[in-house]
């Protein structure tokens, strides 16, 4: 997703409490990780729902829900490396 290295905050006195920012990112990853799930249990693409669209469209909508799925698995993956990270500090 990031080029380069991934920029993370760094506790300081005049920042948020390193406490604050490891429970700000664990719920962020917790919704994070309930819209995946909610994402693979959904039923929309599923080949049913695609019968009457051109050839190929099922399967191209299954890619693309793929893919939405990753999306959000890399980005709970980084928060998690910024979580990490902020717990080092």
């Keep these: 997703m990031f ?21 700000e990112l664990t719920d962020i990853r917790e919704k994070l990780n309930a819209a995946i799930q909610a994402l693979q249990n959904s039923q929309y693409v599923n080949g049913r729902n695609y019968q009457l669209n051109p050839a190929g469209e099922g399967r191209e909508a299954y890619e693309q829900h793929s893919e939405r799925v990753h999306t959000l698995e890399r980005i709970a993956h980084e928060l998690l490396e910024i979580q990490y990270e902020v717990s080092q500090q």
């Design 3 to 23: 080029e380069g290295l991934m920029i993370v905050p760094i506790v300081n006195l005049n920042g948020d409490k390193r406490d604050v920012l490891l429970t």
